[in-house]
C-alpha cells in the first residue's frame, strides 16, 4: 500500500493533520534547498519523537573509512559522506516554563504543512494543548535564499488562545551532529570556536580529514503584533551549542514572533580566516533586509525559474502535482552556479548514497539541464568530469589499467572512487559510457562542438582506452567480450557480456575514433596539443577499432532479442505478476542470493539501449524487446519508471506510459518504494521530465532540427512546456484536437512534426 496522505494540489505539497508515523517522510517530501545548502523539513522546536535530523552544505563532505568484511585489493579506502552539518534552525519554544513538543501535548489540532513550490518557502501551522493547559497557535514560514544562498530566514510565531502567558524564544546553534550512517560513529566535526556579538552568533568548525572550515551564524528580530521590539537577550553556551533567550508577557490573542536569520559561509568560498567576518557581512545584509524582503526577492528568483522549467498539465491535479515536484527539487538541487557540484542521488534530502555524484547525472539529469537552462549550465556539468579526468586515470590504475585509461567512479566527492561494494565498484561500469554519451547529447542538443576540442576528445581517449583493455578475447568465439559485470539491472552481478555494457562499450570506442579525426582535421592545434599530451599512436587506434568491430552480443534466435546477458535464458522465467504481491519490494524482502537467480530485473538494462541509441534500431525490435523484458521488470529503481515510459509512448502505448509516468512523478510523493524517510529521489526526478518530454511530447534531435511527435494521455486536457534550444526558446502546447508551437525572439525555426518540416514564424 503506497501513502496517500499528500492532499493534491497544483502548485503546493500539502498536508493536514498531525500523525507522529508519517514525521520522517513529512522531513524529506517537505524538504528545501538552493543549490548551495539545503534541510531536511524539521521541526524548528524541540520534538522528541522519531526524527531524521538534516542540514546539508554542497560540497563539504567526510571520508568515512570503508567498512567491508573481507579487504580485496582495489577497495576504495573510504565512502565518501555528505556531512550532516551544524543545525541553526532550532527554536525551544517555552509557554509559562513548559516547552513546546508536540510529541507530549495533551492535543494537537488543524495541523497543516505546505511546500510552496511557486514562491520557494516552507511553511506549519497548528493549535496546541500543552501539559499546563495553555492553547496556543503557531505558524511558520522558512526559506533558503536563492539570491543571498549562504542565508536562510524563519519566521515563527505564537499566539496563546484561552489565557495571557510567558512565551520564552531560545535560538541556538547546534554543533554537536552527527551522521545517522556513519560506518564507525566517527565524530565528524572538530569545533573551533564559539563566540557571540550583537546578540549574533558563531560557530566555527572544520570537518575531520578532509579539513573543510565553515562557520554556521544566526541573527533575530522579535516582534509583538507584528511591532518589533528590542529585548536584551540572556546568553547560554555549551562546548559545542551557543542560545541566546528573550522572553515576553503575552496576552491572549497576542502574537508573539521572531524572525532567525542563519546560513553556513565556507572555506570553499572564503578565507578559512575570514569567515567570522563574512558571516557577519552576511547577517548583516539579511538582517537589514529583513524577512519580508527576502521572502519578496525569493519569490521573484522562483517566478525566473518557472517561466522557463515550468509544466503545466490541465485535468489532472496528482500528475500536476508531480511533476511541479520534481521540478522544483532538481532546481533546489542544483541550479550551477558552482562548477565544484553536482547532482547527488538524493540531493539534500538525506545521506544515503554518500549524497555524491552517480552516473545518473549524464544518464538522466543533463537532457533537463539542457533543455530549461543556459547551455552554460550543462556545459559545467561536462566539465566537472574534464576536471576529475587525472583521477579517473588513477581509479583505472588501482584496477590494474595502464595508458592513461580512465575509469569514472561509480560515486564520487572528488574525482576519487568512494563506494565500497564490490559488485558495483568494480563491475558497474558501464557508468564510463554515460559519461562520453553525455559529451555526445550535449553536442547534439547545443551544435557547440568547441567543448570536444577543447576538453571532451581528451575525456574520450581516456574511456576508449579502458574498454579497448576491458575487453577480452575469446578464441572460442573469436569475438571480444566483456566479462564480470553488473550492469544497469544491479539484481544481476559479475554475469558476463551484459548486452548494454557491451554495446556503449564499442559505441564510446567508434565515437573517440570519428571525433579524433574532426578534431585532426578541423582543429589543428588543439590536435597536436592532445596528442603531445596523451600520446597515442595509428597502431593503438587500429588496436581499439578491432575490439569496437568484433564485440559479441549475446542474442536468442529463439526470441529474435538480445539478451541481457549470457546466461539470462538459464533462469526460470516467472514474470511480475505471477510474483505474490506480499514479496514487494523484493529487495526488501529477499535474500541476495535469491535476487540474483531470479529473472527479476530492478531497472531498464537492454531497453537502456534501446532509449540511448533508439535511432540504431526499428520500432520492431523495440517491441519485440519492450513486450520481452518490461514483464520482468520490478521497477525498484527510481530511475526505471521514466525510461519505460518514453518507449511506451513511442509504442503507442499511451495507458501504460501514463502509468509508468505517475509512478516516475509521484514515486516519494506517494513512497512506492516504502523509503521515502531516508531522502528523496533527485536525480531521477529528471527523468520525469524526460517522461513528458521526451515521452509523450516526442522531442528527439534528428536531422540537426528539433523534432516531436506529440501525444497525450486521455486523462489529460492539455499540456506545455518550453525548452531552450540552441538560444530560442520554443514554447509546445499539446491539447487532444492539436499541438501549438510558439518561438520567442526574432527569428523563425524549422521543426520536425511527426516526420515533417514545420517553420515556425517569431512571436506566432
Given at each position: 500500500?503506497?501513502?496517500?496522505?499528500?492532499?493534491?494540489?497544483?502548485?503546493?505539497?500539502?498536508?493536514?493533520?498531525?500523525?507522529?508515523?508519517?514525521?520522517?517522510?513529512?522531513?524529506?517530501?517537505?524538504?528545501?534547498?538552493?543549490?548551495?545548502?539545503?534541510?531536511?523539513?524539521?521541526?524548528?522546536?524541540?520534538?522528541?519523537?522519531?526524527?531524521?535530523?538534516?542540514?546539508?552544505?554542497?560540497?563539504?563532505?567526510?571520508?568515512?573509512?570503508?567498512?567491508?568484511?573481507?579487504?580485496?585489493?582495489?577497495?576504495?579506502?573510504?565512502?565518501?559522506?555528505?556531512?550532516?552539518?551544524?543545525?541553526?534552525?532550532?527554536?525551544?519554544?517555552?509557554?509559562?516554563?513548559?516547552?513546546?513538543?508536540?510529541?507530549?501535548?495533551?492535543?494537537?489540532?488543524?495541523?497543516?504543512?505546505?511546500?510552496?513550490?511557486?514562491?520557494?518557502?516552507?511553511?506549519?501551522?497548528?493549535?496546541?494543548?500543552?501539559?499546563?493547559?495553555?492553547?496556543?497557535?503557531?505558524?511558520?514560514?522558512?526559506?533558503?535564499?536563492?539570491?543571498?544562498?549562504?542565508?536562510?530566514?524563519?519566521?515563527?510565531?505564537?499566539?496563546?488562545?484561552?489565557?495571557?502567558?510567558?512565551?520564552?524564544?531560545?535560538?541556538?546553534?547546534?554543533?554537536?551532529?552527527?551522521?545517522?550512517?556513519?560506518?564507525?560513529?566517527?565524530?565528524?566535526?572538530?569545533?573551533?570556536?564559539?563566540?557571540?556579538?550583537?546578540?549574533?552568533?558563531?560557530?566555527?568548525?572544520?570537518?575531520?580529514?578532509?579539513?573543510?572550515?565553515?562557520?554556521?551564524?544566526?541573527?533575530?528580530?522579535?516582534?509583538?503584533?507584528?511591532?518589533?521590539?528590542?529585548?536584551?537577550?540572556?546568553?547560554?553556551?555549551?562546548?559545542?551549542?551557543?542560545?541566546?533567550?528573550?522572553?515576553?508577557?503575552?496576552?491572549?490573542?497576542?502574537?508573539?514572533?521572531?524572525?532567525?536569520?542563519?546560513?553556513?559561509?565556507?572555506?570553499?568560498?572564503?578565507?578559512?580566516?575570514?569567515?567570522?567576518?563574512?558571516?557577519?557581512?552576511?547577517?548583516?545584509?539579511?538582517?537589514?533586509?529583513?524577512?519580508?524582503?527576502?521572502?519578496?526577492?525569493?519569490?521573484?528568483?522562483?517566478?525566473?525559474?518557472?517561466?522557463?522549467?515550468?509544466?503545466?498539465?490541465?485535468?489532472?491535479?496528482?500528475?500536476?502535482?508531480?511533476?511541479?515536484?520534481?521540478?522544483?527539487?532538481?532546481?533546489?538541487?542544483?541550479?550551477?552556479?558552482?562548477?565544484?557540484?553536482?547532482?547527488?542521488?538524493?540531493?539534500?534530502?538525506?545521506?544515503?548514497?554518500?549524497?555524491?555524484?552517480?552516473?545518473?547525472?549524464?544518464?538522466?539529469?543533463?537532457?533537463?539541464?539542457?533543455?530549461?537552462?543556459?547551455?552554460?549550465?550543462?556545459?559545467?556539468?561536462?566539465?566537472?568530469?574534464?576536471?576529475?579526468?587525472?583521477?579517473?586515470?588513477?581509479?583505472?590504475?588501482?584496477?590494474?589499467?595502464?595508458?592513461?585509461?580512465?575509469?569514472?567512479?561509480?560515486?564520487?566527492?572528488?574525482?576519487?572512487?568512494?563506494?565500497?561494494?564490490?559488485?558495483?565498484?568494480?563491475?558497474?561500469?558501464?557508468?564510463?559510457?554515460?559519461?562520453?554519451?553525455?559529451?555526445?547529447?550535449?553536442?547534439?542538443?547545443?551544435?557547440?562542438?568547441?567543448?570536444?576540442?577543447?576538453?571532451?576528445?581528451?575525456?574520450?581517449?581516456?574511456?576508449?582506452?579502458?574498454?579497448?583493455?576491458?575487453?577480452?578475447?575469446?578464441?572460442?568465439?573469436?569475438?571480444?567480450?566483456?566479462?564480470?559485470?553488473?550492469?544497469?539491472?544491479?539484481?544481476?552481478?559479475?554475469?558476463?557480456?551484459?548486452?548494454?555494457?557491451?554495446?556503449?562499450?564499442?559505441w564510446c570506442i567508434n565515437y573517440a575514433l570519428e571525433n579524433i579525426k574532426i578534431v585532426k582535421k578541423d582543429y589543428a592545434t588543439d590536435y597536436i596539443r592532445i596528442k603531445e599530451k596523451v600520446n597515442f599512436s595509428d597502431e593503438e587506434l587500429s588496436q581499439w577499432k578491432k575490439v569496437a568491430d568484433n564485440m559479441y552480443y549475446p542474442y536468442s534466435k529463439k526470441h529474435n532479442i538480445y539478451l541481457q546477458q549470457d546466461g539470462f535464458l538459464d533462469k526460470e522465467l516467472i514474470t511480475v505478476k505471477d510474483l505474490d504481491k506480499s514479496q514487494r519490494p523484493i529487495n526488501q524482502k529477499w535474500s541476495w542470493d535469491r535476487i540474483l537467480r531470479s529473472p527479476f530485473i530492478k531497472q531498464a538494462d537492454t531497453l537502456q539501449t534501446f532509449y540511448m541509441f533508439e535511432d540504431h534500431?526499428?520500432?520492431?525490435?523495440?517491441?519485440?524487446?519492450?513486450?520481452?523484458?518490461?514483464?520482468?521488470?520490478?521497477?525498484?529503481?527510481?530511475?526505471?519508471?521514466?525510461?519505460?515510459?518514453?518507449?511506451?509512448?513511442?509504442?503507442?502505448?499511451?495507458?501504460?506510459?501514463?502509468?509508468?509516468?505517475?509512478?516516475?512523478?509521484?514515486?516519494?510523493?506517494?513512497?512506492?518504494?516504502?523509503?521515502?524517510?531516508?531522502?528523496?529521489?533527485?536525480?531521477?526526478?529528471?527523468?520525469?521530465?524526460?517522461?513528458?518530454?521526451?515521452?509523450?511530447?516526442?522531442?528527439?534531435?534528428?536531422?540537426?532540427?528539433?523534432?516531436?511527435?506529440?501525444?497525450?494521455?486521455?486523462?489529460?486536457?492539455?499540456?506545455?512546456?518550453?525548452?531552450?534550444?540552441?538560444?530560442?526558446?520554443?514554447?509546445?502546447?499539446?491539447?487532444?484536437?492539436?499541438?501549438?508551437?510558439?518561438?520567442?525572439?526574432?527569428?523563425?525555426?524549422?521543426?520536425?512534426?511527426?516526420?515533417?518540416?514545420?517553420?515556425?514564424?517569431?512571436?506566432?
Amino acid at each position: 500500500m503506497n501513502q496517500d496522505y499528500i492532499i493534491p494540489n497544483e502548485w503546493s505539497i500539502l498536508e493536514e493533520g498531525f500523525d507522529a508515523k508519517m514525521v520522517k517522510s513529512s522531513e524529506s517530501l517537505f524538504s528545501i534547498g538552493n543549490g548551495v545548502m539545503g534541510q531536511r523539513a524539521n521541526f524548528e522546536e524541540r520534538y522528541t519523537g522519531e526524527t531524521f535530523q538534516g542540514s546539508y552544505i554542497g560540497g563539504v563532505y567526510y571520508p568515512d573509512k570503508t567498512r567491508v568484511g573481507w579487504w580485496k585489493n582495489g577497495y576504495p579506502e573510504y565512502f565518501a559522506k555528505v556531512l550532516n552539518a551544524p543545525n541553526w534552525i532550532g527554536i525551544h519554544v517555552l509557554i509559562n516554563n513548559e516547552e513546546l513538543d508536540l510529541h507530549t501535548c495533551k492535543e494537537v489540532l488543524n495541523f497543516k504543512r505546505e511546500l510552496n513550490m511557486q514562491e520557494g518557502w516552507l511553511s506549519r501551522s497548528f493549535e496546541a494543548v500543552l501539559q499546563n493547559g495553555i492553547k496556543i497557535k503557531v505558524t511558520t514560514k522558512r526559506f533558503l535564499s536563492l539570491e543571498i544562498d549562504e542565508v536562510g530566514a524563519i519566521n515563527y510565531s505564537v499566539t496563546p488562545l484561552n489565557s495571557d502567558a510567558k512565551i520564552t524564544f531560545i535560538p541556538y546553534l547546534d554543533a554537536g551532529i552527527k551522521n545517522e550512517d556513519t560506518n564507525w560513529d566517527d565524530q565528524f566535526w572538530d569545533i573551533l570556536n564559539i563566540s557571540q556579538k550583537d546578540a549574533q552568533s558563531f560557530i566555527e568548525a572544520r570537518t575531520m580529514k578532509t579539513h573543510f572550515y565553515t562557520c554556521t551564524f544566526m541573527g533575530s528580530k522579535l516582534f509583538l503584533d507584528k511591532k518589533e521590539v528590542t529585548e536584551a537577550s540572556n546568553n547560554h553556551q555549551t562546548s559545542s551549542l551557543i542560545s541566546c533567550e528573550y522572553s515576553q508577557e503575552v496576552k491572549k490573542d497576542q502574537t508573539y514572533s521572531i524572525h532567525k536569520f542563519g546560513g553556513y559561509v565556507t572555506d570553499r568560498n572564503h578565507n578559512k580566516n575570514e569567515l567570522v567576518t563574512v558571516a557577519k557581512q552576511v547577517l548583516d545584509n539579511a538582517l537589514s533586509l529583513g524577512f519580508n524582503a527576502l521572502l519578496a526577492m525569493q519569490k521573484e528568483s522562483w517566478a525566473k525559474i518557472w517561466s522557463m522549467s515550468d509544466i503545466t498539465i490541465e485535468g489532472d491535479v496528482k500528475a500536476q502535482q508531480g511533476i511541479r515536484f520534481n521540478i522544483f527539487q532538481l532546481n533546489q538541487t542544483y541550479l550551477g552556479t558552482d562548477a565544484s557540484l553536482n547532482i547527488g542521488p538524493k540531493g539534500f534530502t538525506g545521506e544515503k548514497y554518500g549524497g555524491s555524484t552517480y552516473w545518473d547525472t549524464e544518464a538522466y539529469c543533463i537532457p533537463f539541464y539542457m533543455a530549461t537552462k543556459d547551455q552554460s549550465v550543462t556545459r559545467t556539468l561536462l566539465e566537472y568530469r574534464y576536471n576529475h579526468l587525472e583521477k579517473a586515470i588513477e581509479n583505472a590504475e588501482k584496477l590494474g589499467f595502464k595508458n592513461g585509461a580512465a575509469l569514472y567512479p561509480m560515486v564520487t566527492m572528488n574525482g576519487e572512487e568512494c563506494h565500497n561494494e564490490w559488485e558495483i565498484t568494480f563491475e558497474e561500469i558501464h557508468r564510463n559510457g554515460a559519461i562520453a554519451f553525455a559529451i555526445y547529447n550535449y553536442y547534439r542538443f547545443t551544435d557547440d562542438y568547441s567543448y570536444i576540442p577543447e576538453k571532451g576528445l581528451e575525456v574520450l581517449i581516456g574511456i576508449a582506452r579502458f574498454w579497448h583493455q576491458r575487453a577480452t578475447f575469446s578464441s572460442n568465439k573469436n569475438k571480444f567480450m566483456i566479462l564480470g559485470v553488473t550492469g544497469p539491472n544491479e539484481y544481476e552481478n559479475n554475469i558476463n557480456n551484459n548486452f548494454y555494457t557491451n554495446y556503449i562499450a564499442t559505441w564510446c570506442i567508434n565515437y573517440a575514433l570519428e571525433n579524433i579525426k574532426i578534431v585532426k582535421k578541423d582543429y589543428a592545434t588543439d590536435y597536436i596539443r592532445i596528442k603531445e599530451k596523451v600520446n597515442f599512436s595509428d597502431e593503438e587506434l587500429s588496436q581499439w577499432k578491432k575490439v569496437a568491430d568484433n564485440m559479441y552480443y549475446p542474442y536468442s534466435k529463439k526470441h529474435n532479442i538480445y539478451l541481457q546477458q549470457d546466461g539470462f535464458l538459464d533462469k526460470e522465467l516467472i514474470t511480475v505478476k505471477d510474483l505474490d504481491k506480499s514479496q514487494r519490494p523484493i529487495n526488501q524482502k529477499w535474500s541476495w542470493d535469491r535476487i540474483l537467480r531470479s529473472p527479476f530485473i530492478k531497472q531498464a538494462d537492454t531497453l537502456q539501449t534501446f532509449y540511448m541509441f533508439e535511432d540504431h534500431f526499428s520500432e520492431k525490435e523495440l517491441e519485440r524487446h519492450f513486450d520481452f523484458y518490461e514483464p520482468f521488470t520490478v521497477h525498484e529503481s527510481s530511475l526505471s519508471p521514466c525510461v519505460h515510459s518514453i518507449q511506451a509512448a513511442k509504442l503507442g502505448r499511451m495507458e501504460q506510459a501514463y502509468q509508468f509516468y505517475l509512478r516516475t512523478s509521484r514515486l516519494d510523493l506517494d513512497d512506492y518504494n516504502h523509503e521515502v524517510e531516508e531522502g528523496l529521489h533527485i536525480t531521477s526526478m529528471a527523468g520525469t521530465w524526460m517522461s513528458i518530454v521526451e515521452g509523450f511530447g516526442g522531442m528527439r534531435v534528428e536531422y540537426n532540427l528539433l523534432s516531436f511527435s506529440p501525444k497525450i494521455p486521455k486523462e489529460w486536457v492539455s499540456y506545455s512546456f518550453k525548452v531552450n534550444f540552441r538560444n530560442q526558446i520554443i514554447t509546445v502546447n499539446v491539447s487532444q484536437n492539436e499541438t501549438y508551437f510558439e518561438v520567442d525572439g526574432k527569428e523563425e525555426i524549422n521543426i520536425l512534426v511527426n516526420g515533417e518540416k514545420v517553420t515556425i514564424p517569431p512571436n506566432n
